[in-house]
């Protein structure tokens, strides 16, 4: 079982380039979310899909855009990246609504913008 | 939630003693609680979850316990491994919206 799968492992993009974030899942979960995690702090949602076909913003969306390809992939775009943007990204899936399931995360794709 | 800053609070243990890691929740609609436990270079894993029906839940080696009185959320960790070594963090559940606090170092000596 692979649970969450994100691509690349780690990233290093120059200010003003853009790249997209890569994540499947194969637990034939509904909901996938992307989270920035950053020193001190705790994870931050920044997209999330609660089915396929839908997506919605979260705490931090700016400079940042999702699409959810399938039921299986969702992923994370930076159109135009810039070093505020420098942070650990984890994506997630559950089986169905935040209020009644945990979340499998992947093992993160780790970005830093120079 | 818990402290938010550059330096995560820090618990060192014996190995084979008990841990203590707390968490002060923030939102008192919050119904759906979870403890992460998040090794270094990796994901969170979840390690196990409480309902706001109950003020305990006992794992294979933890517990959790919630009082909802004073919004305080803790994991007890029976006899301590080295491969406890990690970084714990709750997660509270308010209408669908899971927020996370910034975590624990736990660190076991040998």
């Known amino acids: 079982n692979a649970g969450v799968t994100q691509t690349p492992k780690f990233q290093v993009l120059k200010t003003g380039q853009s790249m997209t974030l890569q994540c499947a899942q194969d637990m034939n979960h509904n909901s996938m979310y992307w989270y920035r995690q950053d020193p001190g702090m705790g994870l931050r949602l920044i997209y999330y899909s609660a089915s396929e076909g839908t997506t919605d913003k979260g705490e931090v969306p700016n400079g940042y855009n999702v699409s959810r390809l399938n039921k299986r992939e969702f992923s994370l775009r930076l159109e135009s990246a810039a070093p505020s943007q420098t942070s650990v990204y984890f994506c997630?899936?559950?089986?169905?609504?935040?209020?009644?399931?945990?979340?499998?995360f992947g093992s993160g794709t780790r970005l830093t913008v120079v | 939630g818990e402290n938010v800053g550059l330096h995560l609070p820090t618990l060192s243990v014996q190995e084979g003693d008990n841990s203590i890691i707390n968490c002060a929740y923030s939102?008192?609609?919050?119904?759906?609680f979870i403890w992460y436990k998040q090794e270094s270079g990796k994901g969170p894993q979840f390690i196990i979850d409480?309902?706001?029906?109950?003020d305990k839940r006992q794992g294979q080696r933890v517990t959790v316990l919630l009082n909802k009185t004073v919004k305080h959320l803790s994991l007890q960790i029976a006899a301590t491994q080295p491969g406890d070594s990690a970084v714990y963090f709750c997660?509270?559940?308010?209408?669908?919206?899971?927020?996370f606090g910034a975590g624990t170092r736990l660190t076991v000596k040998p």
């Open positions: 939102n008192s609609a919050s119904d759906y």
């Open positions: 997660a509270e559940n308010a209408n669908n919206d899971m927020r």
């Open positions: 997630a899936s559950s089986e169905g609504p935040a209020a009644y399931y945990g979340y499998t």
């Open positions: 409480i309902r706001s029906n109950m």
